[in-house]
């Protein structure tokens, strides 16, 4: 147990360090094309720049920002990881009724599909423990 709570902890630290680094990799972009357009003087060169490659470094920069929320959001549910099984059908279930938990009624989405996941957990443990001891599990519900 102990390996895996110090992966978890250097996986969360190289995750925020790429993240800050997509940060300063988008803020880098951002500012080259800002200094390269008051590098030219002539404004039609410079109205000819900003419609050539306006859109494709802020593209550059909102993937790098996209990225680095990706790093920074795998960082949340690290604990709940280490704490059990019940995380991976959490995720499970949020990837399946994610479009649900952001209607009116997220709340109680939430709500039924935890208690949901809870008996799952539940069963698969209570069937585990009956397998230990030599018994056969008995049907799923």
């Known amino acids: ?9 250097s996986w969360d630290t190289y995750m925020i360090f790429g993240g800050i680094g997509f940060i300063v990799l988008a803020a880098i972009i951002l500012l080259y ?3 390269r357009i008051l590098m030219i003087k002539d404004y039609k060169e410079k109205y000819d720049y900003v419609n050539s490659h306006e859109i ?7 993937i790098c920002v ?3 929320g990706a790093l920074f ?5 690290t ?4 704490h059990g099984q019940f995380c991976h059908h959490w995720v499970f279930c949020v ?7 952001l209607s009116p009624f997220g709340r109680k989405a939430a709500e039924k599909i935890t208690e949901q996941a809870t008996d799952i957990s539940q069963r698969e443990s209570d069937a585990q423990a ?5 018994r056969r599990p008995s049907g799923r519900q």
């Open 95 to 101: 990837l399946q009724h994610g479009p649900h938990l």
């Open 79 to 82: 604990e709940k990881i280490e």
């Open 130 to 134: 009956q397998r230990i001891r030599g």
């Open 33 to 35: 094309h800002e200094f």
């Open 56 to 62: 494709q470094y802020f593209w550059y920069a909102f």
């Open 1 to 9: 147990m102990e390996n895996s709570v110090n992966f978890f902890e």
């Open 66 to 68: 996209i990225l680095a």
């Open 73 to 77: 959001g795998n960082t949340v549910a």
